[in-house]
């Protein structure tokens, strides 16, 4: 697909009332879309590197309570998680995305590749915990996931979801829990909401906690195109690009690396660890030329081209305890 016929489709869509257009927009996904055939695999990938982080770099995931900011429509973070040994999760979200059929599906999808997954669970948790709570979750999941039951499968998992919310103004005590993290969600906000969140989390985490945040921070137009570069969207001016994907779908601030960790900083977060992924074509692309908005000239190439991060956050005053 051009990626110009996913920006009219998207901004098409986002003209329609939200109740028309939330559930035809999933409909095209399931058809059409990146829903044909789910990426269960990348977030459950992401849900061990978290799990990765927390044990390398503070002190693990066992017994810990959980925010998630960014549900989505489908729960296999919270999910992994649980497996792994987390003692809850609140997942948030902004507008109630969250589908029976696709939470079935993910399970599927793990009871199908556990032979492979669980060596890479039971290296990161209670050997004995993950095959209690695999055969637990079958038994609650196996025979697919229908709406009246979604409420009890979560409750499985010990996951509380919360939708729609708004993550700056959860009405939840402070410093209640143990870890914060979100899943390619913080390229889709604007700065100044990121900003809100990061603080409101930062009030929501135990000065002994951390939070982990992944972020896909190329074009991603360039998933559907595959003749434009990762940093396509970097050639356009601000007011341009709001006309391209200033939409509820598509909507990226165009952040850099740095740029996320400058603003972490000013939230009062400290950076304590990174796992950072470039891309080669846009690094190339750089150093060659890759026409740029005068908003984008200037910056170090070797940094613009890191299109994918995992940061491990404490908070400024954090005390280990």
């Known amino acids: 697909m051009k990626w110009y016929v996913k920006a009219l489709v998207q901004n098409g869509m986002a003209l329609l009332p939200e109740p028309v257009a ?4 999933y409909r095209l996904q399931r058809h059409l879309g990146e829903l044909r055939r789910p990426r269960f695999d990348l977030r459950l990938k992401a849900a061990l590197h978290t799990v990765e982080l927390l044990r390398d770099h503070h002190d693990g995931i066992e017994g810990k309570r959980i925010l998630e900011v960014g549900t989505g429509r489908t729960v296999d973070v919270p999910m992994a998680l649980w497996l792994m040994g987390a003692a809850e999760t609140v997942t948030v979200d902004i507008t109630r995305l969250l589908r029976p059929e696709l939470v079935g599906e993910s399970y599927e999808h793990l009871h199908r590749n ?14 004995r915990l ?16 229908r709406p009246e039951e979604l409420e009890d499968v979560l409750g499985v998992m010990n996951v509380v979801y919360l939708a729609p919310a708004d993550a700056t103004s959860l009405d939840l005590p402070d410093e209640s829990f143990d870890v914060m993290t979100t899943f390619v969600v913080l390229q889709h906000l604007p ?4 900003r809100a969140i990061l603080r409101a989390g930062r009030r929501l985490l135990q000065k002994s906690g951390a939070m982990v945040h992944t972020a896909n921070t190329g074009d991603h137009f ?26 509820r779908y598509m909507y990226q601030n165009r952040m850099r690396a740095d740029d996320y960790y400058a603003l972490f900083e000013a939230c009062g977060l400290r950076v304590v660890h990174t796992r950072e992924q470039t891309d ?7 150093r060659d030329g890759l026409p740029l908005h005068p908003d984008w000239q200037g910056r170090s190439p070797e ?4 299109i994918r991060f995992e940061a491990l956050l404490e908070r400024d005053d954090a005390r280990r305890s």
Do not use: C, K, T
Request: aromatic residues 10%; negative net charge.
């Open 191 to 194: 700065p100044e909401p990121m």
């Open 22 to 25: 939330q559930p035809l927009y």
């Open 222 to 247: 360039a998933h559907v195109d595959a003749s434009l570069s990762p940093l396509h969207f970097l050639r356009w001016s601000e007011w341009q690009w709001d006309l391209i994907a200033g939409n």
């Open 303 to 306: 940094r613009d081209a890191v």
């Open 280 to 286: 080669e074509r846009a690094l190339r692309e750089l």
């Open 114 to 127: 556990w032979r492979e997954l669980r060596p890479r669970f039971v290296a990161l948790a209670d050997e």
């Open 130 to 145: 993950v095959d209690e709570r695999f055969a637990a979750l079958g038994r609650a999941v196996g025979g697919g996931v």
